[in-house]
């Protein structure tokens, strides 16, 4: 059977919706070459002419796989692999004569819908690869040639992907997950993301402030903890270089992590893939969990790059028990500077050394004049020159909080207070459609440390100090409407905030229960079924498979059956069943003058007491223009009542 | 009780064309319900007879055109001729002008002829110079073909076909009613001589009936449940269109008229059904050919 123009158009349009996401991350002549070939066979099909000869088709494949080879160098891999599945799904087109060979590109088709997962799995993408599922099996459909208008294909399959969607649910929670993410091809190029780095220089935060991207999502078990104590702890850097400051030690975990006490938090947080060993969490944390460590300064490490979004428990207390000194070695390292360079802040410092003695004055005079000084907090600071320190003391003045808090530690060095900086988040947005706390990068922070004889380490924020804003209720408060801030959502539109909160927990719900469903997660939630080896999850699939089609099957018996809701003919369809039982079966195309017939003719003996039921049926039913409800009623009894006992010998 | 005036009518027929009770019922019960009919089958199975039988029976004017492939519109509808002496063009009708059109090898005739007889059967009336003439009434077309394949047959178009209440085929006579054609009369002769059975004034009569025979809704009802059924295109390609509907409702009436009841029953419609379906449905998938799609039809569709 020849394939019709409008078929033709059906397949090209939805091959072309499947292929769109594609094109976004192929080479652009791919796209190109499928344009070209559909157009080709659009016309061969306007036109009613041949479609090219087999050399050509030969060719052209030969043409194709070189194309691939030489954009690659390889075939294989995922990348190569859906640029040769597009280009010679493209180059099938020209052999397509018959219904079987659309229903081969179709099955491409669906192919291709499930590779685009390999390389995005967000939500949007899941809702336009259903829509182009929904088309694909249209287009199946309208090639079948029963079903006629493009409408009634469109619903049909509708109704036929929303059938599937319970086996689907079933498969998905029941079907064996094997370790490792779901939709990943082994040697997937490890794209760079954002997040915190290792080192800190000025400008690298307030960079990474202008990115909107989530950094990581927090629940708290009991409660939503004040925003200004939100300190998201990451690298605790120590060692200065004139500009950047870095963890030459990389955290290694020097000396054992700290006693901890007071009344526990506990959240979990889920953590956005940043190619980096580092967690977040809040201090200080209690005992982290299997696959990750802590470091001595409190940095929080995982074994493994994190790759994909992980999701991990913790505890924090918010009381530590530092030891009454610091050891030698820590010491050394909170209290070095280069040996040159920064005069002026230098001298700064010695001069508070001189004037307060005690390291609490000292620190309370220097946020003081952090306060008091036109200091400005700003996204766009000045560029500043080699002694950077100095500059920004003394000329700009203006900075994010990686200046400020470069400074500070600095000068308390400087001073003689052992001190490090604290790079992490802080605070977070809390989502009260799904309770939980959005940290994006725009809340990236640094802050200080410094040491206190009898009191440990102690947390301090000089940001706090210049826009205590900026703490209290996050970087949008803190920063003055003029400013410059690109990429950055400002939102003060009550509903627009909803909604992009609501979208927010949307995709946190997906990454929760979709994306991380993995074998771990699927045991977790089997177990809280009962169902605890594969033997049960198998019986389990089975059986709940079976049960959607049985169910399927038997909706679609009764919709068969004309629903009945006349109670005369309810009766007598009831009459009619218990008769079958006695061998008088009627068809359901039978009418009752017949049936009455058969039965006078089969069993006579029935027929003395059903005679003249069947005959006040037949006349209430076909021969009485209005039937008054006591009659009805009076017939639906003997219906009812007949005993259907032999009451004339034969 | 059955009119007296239809068995007689029924009985002579079945003494003329013997072992072919149902069709010449099926025949009458069209004539009845106002449809025109089409008898389809082999060469020399009947149906010629048939259709001058129903004619001489119902004693009313009586004209036959042999369709072939030349026919023209004129030589059926009429022409208009000038007339020397009264120095005008005057009318001659043509041989639809009558009451009973036989209208042999009806699929003989190119598709032109066969579109000119659409105006005639559907509104009573034909179109000739421009002028509009009335047919008399009652006018019946009664049609014969052969079966589709055979040679210089041009198909009835489908909207030709749904003007047919029925399609009725005769097949070949049992051998007890062929040995008594053969050593029976010529039926030619037996036609000639036979009386009006159903006079023009009863005609009208009962035909007036059929449309007061009653039809419940629980009828209606499987009516309609048929022609839903016929119209979803998983089941056939072409459904049953309205005319179609009221088609099987007109027969069904006439059908239980002849039967001399007063209130249709769905036997009475799946008695017609065949008749009236069977042309008129089109298979949609191969696995139904072969089959009888109006059986089909009738079996899918549940009654109570």
Same mark, same amino acid.
């Given at each position: 059977?020849?394939?019709?123009?409008?078929?033709?158009?059906?397949?090209?349009?939805?091959?072309?919706?499947?292929?769109?996401?594609?094109?976004?991350?192929?080479?652009?002549?791919?796209?190109?070459?499928?344009?070209?070939?559909?157009?080709?066979?659009?016309?061969?099909?306007?036109?009613?002419?041949?479609?090219?000869?087999?050399?050509?088709?030969?060719?052209?494949?030969?043409?194709?796989?070189?194309?691939?080879?030489?954009?690659?160098?390889?075939?294989?891999?995922?990348?190569?692999?859906?640029?040769?599945?597009?280009?010679?799904?493209?180059?099938?087109?020209?052999?397509?004569?018959?219904?079987?060979?659309?229903?081969?590109?179709?099955?491409?088709?669906?192919?291709?819908?499930?590779?685009?997962?390999?390389?995005?799995?967000?939500?949007?993408?899941?809702?336009?690869?259903?829509?182009?599922?929904?088309?694909?099996?249209?287009?199946?459909?309208?090639?079948?040639?029963?079903?006629?208008?493009?409408?009634?294909?469109?619903?049909?399959?509708?109704? +036929?992907?929303?059938?599937?969607?319970?086996?689907?649910?079933?498969?998905?929670?029941?079907?064996?997950?094997?370790?490792?993410?779901?939709?990943?091809?082994?040697?997937?190029?490890?794209?760079?993301?954002?997040?915190?780095?290792?080192?800190?220089?000025?400008?690298?935060?307030?960079?990474?402030?202008?990115?909107?991207?989530?950094?990581?999502?927090?629940?708290?078990?009991?409660?939503?903890?004040?925003?200004?104590?939100?300190?998201?702890?990451?690298?605790?850097?120590w060692d200065f270089d004139g500009r950047?400051w870095?963890?030459? %030690?990389?955290?290694?975990?020097?000396?054992?992590?700290?006693?901890?006490?007071?009344?526990?938090?506990?959240?979990?947080?889920?953590?956005?893939?940043?190619?980096?060993?580092?967690?977040?969490?809040?201090?200080?944390?209690?005992?982290?969990?299997?696959?990750?460590?802590?470091?001595?300064?409190?940095?929080?490490?995982?074994?493994?790059?994190?790759?994909?979004?992980?999701?991990?428990?913790?505890?924090?207390?918010?009381?530590?028990?530092?030891?009454?000194?610091?050891?030698?070695?820590?010491l050394q390292r909170a209290l070095k500077l280069p040996g040159y360079g920064n005069p002026?802040s230098r001298e700064l410092a010695e001069?508070?050394?001189?004037?307060?003695?005690?390291?609490?004055?000292?620190?309370?005079?220097?946020?003081?004049?952090?306060?008091?000084?036109?200091?400005?907090?700003?996204?766009?600071?000045?560029?500043?020159?080699?002694n950077s320190v100095d500059?920004?003391?003394?000329?700009?003045?203006?900075?994010?909080?990686?200046?400020?808090?470069s400074a500070f530690v600095f000068l308390m060095r400087a001073s003689g207070i052992p001190a490090r900086v604290?790079?992490?988040?802080?605070?977070?947005?809390?989502?009260?459609?799904?309770?939980?706390?959005?940290?994006?990068?725009?809340?990236?922070?640094?802050?200080?440390?410094?040491?206190?004889?009898?009191?440990?380490?102690?947390?301090?924020?000089?940001?706090?100090?210049?826009?205590?804003?900026?703490?209290?209720?996050?970087?949008?408060?803190?920063?003055?409407?003029?400013?410059?801030?690109?990429?950055?959502?400002?939102?003060?539109?009550?509903?627009?905030?909803?909604?992009?909160?609501?979208?927010?927990?949307?995709?946190?719900?997906?990454?929760?229960?979709?994306?991380?469903?993995?074998?771990?997660?699927?045991?977790?939630?089997?177990?809280?079924?009962?169902?605890?080896?594969?033997?049960?999850?198998?019986?389990?699939?089975?059986?709940?498979?079976?049960?959607?089609?049985?169910?399927? +099957?038997?909706?679609?018996?009764?919709?068969?059956?004309?629903?009945?809701?006349?109670?005369?003919?309810?009766?007598?369809?009831?009459?009619?069943?218990?008769?079958?039982?006695?061998?008088?079966?009627?068809?359901?195309?039978?009418?009752?003058?017949?049936?009455?017939?058969?039965?006078?003719?089969?069993?006579?003996?029935?027929?003395?007491?059903?005679?003249?039921?069947?005959?006040? %049926?037949?006349?209430?039913? %076909?021969?009485?223009?209005?039937?008054?409800?006591?009659?009805?009623?009076?017939?639906?009894?003997?219906?009812?009542?007949?005993?259907?006992?032999?009451?004339?010998?034969? | 009780?059955?009119?007296?005036?239809?068995?007689?009518?029924?009985?002579?027929?079945?003494?003329?064309?013997?072992?072919?009770?149902?069709?010449?019922?099926?025949?009458?019960?069209?004539?009845?319900?106002?449809?025109?009919?089409?008898?389809?089958?082999?060469?020399?199975?009947?149906?010629?007879? +048939?259709?001058?039988? +129903?004619?001489?029976?119902?004693?009313?004017?009586?004209?036959?055109?042999?369709?072939?492939?030349?026919?023209?519109?004129?030589?059926?509808?009429?022409?208009?001729?000038?007339?020397?002496?009264?120095?005008?063009?005057?009318?001659?009708?043509?041989?639809?002008?009558?009451?009973?059109?036989?209208?042999?090898?009806?699929?003989?005739?190119?598709?032109?002829?066969?579109?000119?007889?659409?105006?005639?059967?559907?509104?009573?009336?034909?179109?000739?110079?421009?002028?509009?003439?009335?047919?008399?009434?009652?006018?019946?077309?009664?049609?014969?073909?052969?079966?589709?394949?055979?040679?210089?047959? %041009?198909?009835?178009?489908?909207?030709?076909?749904?003007?047919?209440?029925?399609?009725?085929?005769?097949?070949?006579?049992?051998?007890?009613?062929?040995?008594?054609?053969?050593?029976?009369?010529?039926?030619?002769?037996?036609?000639?001589?036979?009386?009006?059975?159903?006079?023009?004034?009863?005609?009208?009569?009962?035909?007036?009936?059929?449309?007061?025979?009653?039809?419940?809704?629980?009828?209606?009802?499987?009516?309609?449940?048929?022609?839903?059924?016929?119209?979803?295109?998983?089941?056939?390609?072409?459904?049953?269109?309205?005319?179609?509907?009221?088609?099987?409702?007109?027969?069904?009436?006439?059908?239980?008229?002849?039967?001399?009841?007063?209130?249709?029953?769905?036997?009475?419609?799946?008695?017609?059904?065949?008749?009236?379906?069977?042309?008129?449905?089109?298979?949609?998938?191969?696995?139904?050919?072969?089959?009888?799609?109006?059986?089909?039809?009738?079996?899918?569709?549940?009654?109570?």
């Open positions: 059977m020849a394939v019709s123009v409008t078929v033709i158009g059906w397949l090209l349009a939805t091959l072309s919706v499947v292929l769109l996401p594609h094109t976004l991350h192929l080479p652009v002549w791919i796209t190109a070459v499928w344009i070209a070939v559909a157009l080709w066979r659009y016309l061969i099909a306007r036109r009613r002419s041949g479609l090219p000869p087999a050399l050509v088709r030969f060719a052209l494949v030969l043409a194709a796989i070189t194309a691939v080879v030489a954009q690659y160098g390889t075939v294989l891999g995922r990348d190569a692999g859906v640029s040769l599945l597009i280009v010679m799904l493209a180059l099938k087109l020209l052999e397509v004569r018959q219904q079987r060979d659309i229903i081969i590109t179709l099955f491409l088709a669906y192919f291709l819908i499930l590779s685009q997962f390999l390389f995005e799995q967000s939500v949007l993408m899941l809702v336009y690869l259903a829509l182009a599922s929904w088309l694909v099996t249209s287009t199946w459909m309208l090639s079948q040639q029963s079903v006629v208008s493009s409408r009634r294909a469109l619903r049909q399959s509708a109704i +036929l992907l929303l059938q599937s969607v319970p086996v689907m649910l079933v498969l998905f929670l029941l079907f064996p997950r094997i370790q490792g993410p779901l939709w990943k091809l082994p040697g997937d190029s490890e794209v760079s993301r954002t997040g915190i780095s290792d080192h800190m220089s000025p400008g690298s935060i307030s960079k990474l402030s202008q990115s909107n991207e989530v950094a990581f999502r927090v629940e708290f078990d009991q409660g939503t903890p004040d925003h200004a104590t939100l300190y998201w702890r990451g690298p605790v850097l950047s870095r963890d030459r %030690y990389r955290g290694q975990a020097v000396e054992h992590w700290v006693e901890t006490s007071g009344r526990p938090i506990t959240y979990q947080v889920i953590l956005e893939p940043h190619n980096r060993h580092w967690l977040f969490g809040l201090d200080y944390i209690i005992d982290p969990g299997i696959n990750m460590s802590i470091s001595g300064d409190g940095q929080l490490l995982a074994h493994t790059k994190i790759t994909k979004r992980i999701r991990y428990e913790l505890i924090s207390r918010p009381v530590a028990h530092w030891p009454a000194q610091l050891p030698a070695a820590q002026r001069q508070l050394h001189r004037d307060y003695p005690d390291p609490q004055h000292r620190i309370r005079q220097l946020l003081q004049h952090f306060g008091q000084d036109p200091f400005t907090y700003t996204l766009t600071p000045p560029l500043l020159g080699r500059d920004f003391m003394f000329n700009t003045r203006r900075g994010f909080c990686e200046h400020y808090a604290v790079t992490g988040y802080q605070g977070g947005e809390y989502n009260q459609l799904g309770d939980y706390l959005i940290v994006r990068q725009s809340d990236a922070h640094a802050w200080t440390e410094v040491w206190l004889d009898q009191q440990g380490w102690v947390r301090i924020d000089p940001t706090a100090a210049i826009a205590p804003e900026r703490i209290e209720s996050g970087i949008e408060a803190a920063l003055p409407d003029a400013a410059p801030v690109s990429g950055l959502l400002r939102t003060d539109i009550g509903f627009l905030r909803d909604l992009v909160l609501a979208w927010d927990g949307i995709n946190n719900l997906w990454n929760l229960w979709v994306l991380s469903y993995g074998p771990d997660l699927q045991n977790k939630v089997l177990r809280q079924l009962g169902i605890i080896n594969w033997t049960q999850m198998a019986m389990w699939m089975t059986v709940l498979c079976s049960l959607i089609v049985f169910l399927y +099957l038997f909706f679609w018996w009764k919709s068969e059956r004309e629903v009945i809701d006349d109670p005369v003919v309810k009766a007598y369809t009831r009459l009619c069943q218990r008769l079958a039982k006695l061998g008088i079966k009627r068809p359901l195309w039978e009418g009752p003058a017949n049936y009455a017939r058969r039965i006078q003719r089969q069993r006579p003996d029935l027929f003395a007491e059903l005679g003249p039921i069947l005959h006040d %049926y037949q006349v209430l039913r %076909y021969q009485t223009a209005d039937s008054d409800s006591s009659s009805r009623q009076d017939l639906i009894r003997r219906m009812r009542q007949t005993r259907l006992k032999r009451t004339t010998a034969v | 009780m059955m009119h007296p005036k239809i068995s007689t009518t029924l009985e002579v027929a079945n003494e003329v064309i013997v072992g072919k009770d149902r069709q010449i019922r099926l025949a009458l019960t069209c004539l009845l319900a106002r449809g025109h009919l089409l008898i389809e089958d082999h060469p020399g199975v009947g149906k010629t007879t +048939l259709a001058h039988l +129903l004619a001489q029976l119902l004693g009313l004017p009586f004209s036959r055109i042999q369709f072939t492939t030349d026919l023209l519109p004129a030589d059926i509808l009429g022409t208009s001729i000038y007339d020397r002496e009264q120095a005008r063009f005057s009318f001659h009708p043509g041989p639809i002008f009558t009451s009973i059109l036989l209208a042999d090898e009806i699929n003989r005739a190119s598709p032109k002829i066969q579109s000119a007889l659409l105006e005639a059967m559907e509104e009573h009336q034909v179109t000739v110079d421009g002028e509009t003439r009335k047919l008399p009434r009652p006018f019946f077309v009664i049609a014969t073909q052969n079966p589709e394949d055979y040679i210089g047959t %041009y198909p009835l178009p489908e909207s030709q076909l749904d003007r047919f209440m029925m399609r009725i085929t005769l097949g070949y006579p049992d051998p007890a009613a062929e040995r008594l054609l053969l050593s029976g009369r010529n039926r030619q002769d037996m036609i000639q001589e036979l009386d009006t059975t159903l006079d023009t004034s009863t005609l009208t009569e009962l035909q007036a009936l059929v449309e007061k025979i009653h039809s419940s809704d629980a009828l209606l009802d499987y009516i309609q449940d048929l022609v839903r059924f016929s119209r979803d295109p998983i089941n056939f390609r072409n459904g049953l269109s309205p005319r179609a509907a009221l088609a099987l409702l007109r027969s069904a009436q006439a059908w239980t008229l002849l039967d001399g009841r007063d209130a249709v029953l769905p036997e009475d419609v799946q008695q017609v059904l065949p008749s009236v379906a069977g042309h008129r449905l089109r298979a949609s998938h191969e696995t139904q050919a072969g089959t009888d799609l109006a059986m089909l039809l009738m079996h899918a569709v549940p009654v109570a």
